[in-house]
């Protein structure tokens, strides 16, 4: 198993434009989340995909999209990049956002600069 | 809201000491406690959880937590500390009331030869 697998693994922007990162995981896991780790300020939640056809906004949302294209893939959208959104994105997956097995299993992330 | 703190930026040990990075948690339910692992340029790899039970929780690798509920305090505890261990370790924690998982902003562990 793949286990979480994101891509780019690295991408410069310029302001203003847009891209999308995507993620995929393979252990059939119902809910995944988008996260962004910046210095000193551990990881916050984006967005997150309790399942199949739902998502919902975590902690930091704003100049963001997300798309839970299958029960696969979950991408994560920057309609017009910002210097504010350079950081490294995380992906993760778990069984269930509640209950005790909902450990989350994350990608190896996406280093994104805005210039 | 729930939230950790983890208070030392990081923490210097020699190679075969002991280990311990602390974590204090705030929940307003019961807690569902996590310590997870980074080693540069990857993603986060999970070690152990509480969930309910035994206080000492035991993980991947060697590690450790016990769990105080009258500290709030999950601390990660390794008896004898590897150069290898050397990485940003994350405390992490869920309230049973909702799907949000709040992590701490981070350890770093340098395990010195």
């Known amino acids: 198993n793949a286990g979480v697998t994101q891509t780019p693994k690295f991408q410069v922007l310029k302001t203003g434009q847009s891209m999308t990162l995507q993620c995929a995981q393979d252990m059939n896991h119902n809910s995944m989340y988008w996260y962004r780790q910046d210095p000193g300020m551990g990881l916050r939640l984006i967005y997150y995909s309790a399942s199949e056809g739902t998502t919902d906004k975590g902690e930091v949302p704003n100049g963001y999209n997300v798309s839970r294209l299958n029960k696969r893939e979950f991408s994560l959208r920057l309609e017009s990049a910002a210097p504010s959104q350079t950081s490294v994105y995380f992906c993760a997956s778990s069984v269930l956002t509640s209950g005790p097995y909902n450990e989350q299993f994350f990608g190896p992330g996406t280093r994104l600069t805005v210039l | 809201a729930q939230s950790v703190a983890q208070p030392e930026d990081q923490v210097n040990v020699a190679e075969g000491n002991p280990?311990?990075?602390?974590?204090?948690?705030?929940v307003s339910g019961n807690p569902y406690l996590f310590w997870y692992v980074q080693y540069p340029n990857r993603g986060l790899q999970f070690l152990l959880k509480y969930i309910t039970g035994d206080n000492?929780?035991?993980?991947?690798?060697?590690?450790?937590?016990?769990?105080?509920?009258?500290?709030t305090s999950f601390h990660l505890k390794k008896p004898s500390a590897l150069v290898s261990d050397s990485a940003l370790y994350f405390c992490a924690v869920r309230d049973t009331g909702n799907n949000r998982l709040a992590f701490g902003k981070g350890n770093q562990v340098v395990v010195i030869p």
Request: positive net charge; glycine residues 8%; hydrophobic residues 30%.
């Open chain 2, 19 to 26: 280990l311990t990075v602390k974590c204090t948690y705030s």
């Open chain 2, 56 to 71: 000492l929780v035991k993980g991947s690798y060697g590690f450790e937590a016990e769990f105080n509920k009258s500290q």
